[in-house]
């Protein structure tokens, strides 16, 4: 009897079991099927909006292509979301010599020579006209990504990294860095007419930003741009500009201020040691200081070979 007993019971057990694996196993591929389904959908409209992101890129206004990035980014992957970012830049910049004709139309250009003060927000300049045409053309501007910028007498618009920043979030490291790179140039470019408008101490933390960018990244998508720029910048410290040279036109000594510039950053040994760019900017340094700060036959040797025009 009490064999029998225990019998029934492991048999009621054995069941209780068996009931509840079989819930268990039918409710886990439900979930996960609508989890599947969830993802793919997801998925699918992702690919949807990346594709039609690069159809309107090609086809379409800059502007209109960058508020539909805009509003669906989100939406896509981190290298979707990547590529549509360089892909908007790219066509920034292929739309930009059109819309600096349009600027250049008279009618456009000395109003707005008479109306933008430089620096200013193109929102500001927006509010400051009641011209519609000037008004249209200015907001396709604003909305296309670009700012208003002055020089030599003229009004034309560059790129504003500043509205690439809400995409950040969502993008690769490397172009979030470069973006933030960029963000700097657009907002305060260093030279107009010719003349550096920045303090060179400046002209060097660029570099040192831009160098860090390659050593991190050296295989990004914007490496090679960047180098291009550290090139540049290289250049000023090597060269100056035509109005605003390394050295004084009237006694071929270096400018004081570009003396101070290097003297701060290079006491920082530890600095130096740790950068191709500042070891060499040092080299530079030792060169003028040894033919007291003045540029003669030796001073433009070295540069010559040291940092080539060509």
Known sequence: MLKSKKSAIAAILALILSIQTSVIASAAPASQTGSNAVSSKATAFGNAVYNKANKLLKE???????SYITKHIRSVTAYQATMLVLKLENAMNDALPAKTDKVYEIGIQDKLMNLYKYGEPINTTINKTKDETLRKVLINLRDSGYRLHTTEGVVFPIIDYT???????????????????????????AVSDAALVIPWSEVIDRGLTQE?????????????????KLRFTELSLYYGYNNTPLFKYEDNLLDPEVRQAFDKVLKDSDAVSKSPL?????????????????LNQEVERYRAKAVPIE
């Open 60 to 66: 379409s206004d800059v502007a209109y292509a960058k």
């Open 163 to 189: 509205t690439l920043k809400p995409y950040k979030p969502y993008i690769n490291k490397d172009i979030q860095a470069y973006i933030d790179i960029m963000v700097v140039e657009s907002e305060k470019p």
């Open 212 to 228: 860090a960018f390659i050593s991190a990244y050296p295989k990004s998508n914007r490496t090679a741009d960047v180098k291009l």
């Open 278 to 294: 500042l070891k060499k900017l040092k080299s530079w340094s030792d060169v003028l200081e040894s033919n007291k700060d003045k």
